[in-house]
């Protein structure tokens, strides 16, 4: 056995759409909490050449100001990109026995829909950062700010896209 120190790490991104309506619930402590699956599906050839798909459905919970924009804005379709972390969930089944569920708990959520809706403009909302009201202004309601560099810029702040 070796001594290996792994990372403490937990990160996930996943990107597809939602194969369902999200639905809101409210935690015990009286948070909103929304729920959904996202469908991604990837394209790839066999070794004899053949195209197949590969189809991946994930439950997505994300919590707070998040959670209502994400029921205000998505709808069954919708396409998205989440950036969050893996967790376990239990559900009590009416039979007396117990499902494991592994879920997205999302922290990040790029609408990937708005893009058409909203002066073909990305909308990326961080559940940790701000309100979603000062987010989605500061996307549409302002000019966009220039940002000092940082100790952690690695070179890149001077990229054009």
């Known amino acids: 056995m070796t001594n290996t120190k792994i990372p403490d790490l937990n990160n996930?991104?996943?990107?597809?759409h939602?194969?369902?309506?999200?639905?809101?619930?409210?935690?015990?402590?009286?948070s909103p909490r929304v729920t959904f699956i996202v469908a991604s599906n990837r394209k790839y050839k066999d070794k004899n050449g053949v195209w197949r798909d590969?189809?991946?459905a994930v439950h997505v919970?994300?919590?707070?100001?998040?959670?209502?924009?994400?029921c205000d804005v998505l709808?069954?379709?919708?396409?998205?990109?989440?950036e969050g972390e893996l967790a376990n969930k239990f559900q009590n089944l009416e039979d007396n026995n117990t499902?494991?569920?592994l879920e997205v708990i999302a922290k990040k959520i790029q609408f990937l829909?708005?893009?058409?809706?909203?002066d073909k403009e990305e909308v990326y909302i961080d559940s940790e950062d701000a309100p979603v009201g000062d987010l989605v202004r500061a996307k549409f309601g302002q000019e966009d700010q220039e940002i000092p560099p940082t100790d952690?810029?690695?070179?890149y702040q001077d990229l054009k896209i």
């Open 99 to 101: 499902r494991h569920i």
């Open 61 to 70: 919970s994300a919590e707070n100001q998040l959670a209502q924009l994400c």
């Open 18 to 30: 939602l194969i369902n309506q999200p639905e809101l619930h409210n935690t015990e402590g009286g």
């Open 113 to 118: 829909d708005l893009k058409t809706q909203v």
């Open 54 to 56: 590969n189809n991946c």
């Open 12 to 16: 996930v991104m996943i990107a597809g």
């Open 152 to 155: 952690f810029d690695f070179g």
């Open 75 to 82: 709808q069954a379709k919708s396409s998205v990109l989440i």
